[in-house]
């Protein structure tokens, strides 16, 4: 679920690296829950050897997964080079989910418009099949799909480039959610039938709103997972 860019290869060596990508990503996602957790603090060290035994793996995709918390913003280099926790400020966060919600919303808007018909219904199953998901790991790939759908759908390779880079920073937030909040599921799906309801519905400027308002959504519950994590860590 938090593949970024997995490549499709043929034959053994290929086998390995698809294998090797997926170790990443298992890897990432659960390095990101503890981070969003409060379980890995701010300046944490992220060592390679340390993780890649404690996962049972080479370092080759404790490694790649450490290259892809840094460029999601939540690892950076420490003083010796390594890899530690980095600090998020919740400005930074506030300005990035906003950020992101401004595209998106621009995005929906657009594939309210231009979304063909077995796209408007393919987006309908996505919502149907999300509101009998009861487990985070699986509506988490659902969330993904849902607007990906829509993002395909508002044909606008440049937007869809813009937030390319958002998403790298806040998907892995806001997946993190539906582990830590055990209601954002339910709230997340609410919203997801809004969305779907003005697109299908050919309605742009609600379209817009309401993944604005999505986004917005997903910051506040972060902020207080955050602020909850925050203070288990106070003396």
Not at 31 to 39: A, D, T
Not at 131 to 146: K, M, Q, R, S
């Amino acid at each position: 679920m938090y593949t970024y860019a997995m490549k499709r290869y043929t034959g053994s060596t290929g086998e390995s690296q698809i294998v090797s990508d997926r170790t990443a990503d298992q890897i990432f996602g659960s390095l990101l829950q503890e981070i969003v957790s409060g379980r890995l603090a701010p300046g944490e060290p992220l060592s390679e050897q340390p993780l890649a035994a404690r996962f049972g793996v080479s370092r080759t995709p404790v490694r790649e997964a450490l290259h892809r918390l840094e460029q999601a913003r939540l690892a950076e280099r420490g003083t010796r080079r390594a890899f530690v926790v980095r600090q998020q400020s919740m400005d930074e966060l506030e300005r990035l989910f906003e950020a992101a919600g401004e595209i998106e919303g621009a995005i929906a808007a657009l594939a309210a418009l231009r979304m063909s018909e077995i796209e408007r219904r393919q987006l309908a199953a996505l919502l149907q099949e999300g509101e009998v998901t009861t487990d985070p790991e699986g509506y988490a790939a659902l969330n993904l799909a849902f607007h990906a759908a829509i993002r395909t759908g508002a044909r606008n390779d440049i937007l869809a480039a813009s937030l390319q880079d958002l998403n790298l920073r806040t998907f892995g937030w806001r997946d993190a959610n539906f582990r830590a909040d055990a209601d954002r599921m339910a709230t997340s799906h609410i919203e997801h039938a809004a969305i779907a309801e003005a697109i299908i519905g050919k309605d742009a400027q609600a379209a817009r709103q309401h993944m604005r308002s999505h986004v917005a959504t997903a910051f506040l519950v972060l902020a207080e997972t955050l602020s909850a994590a925050s203070s288990d860590r106070r003396p």
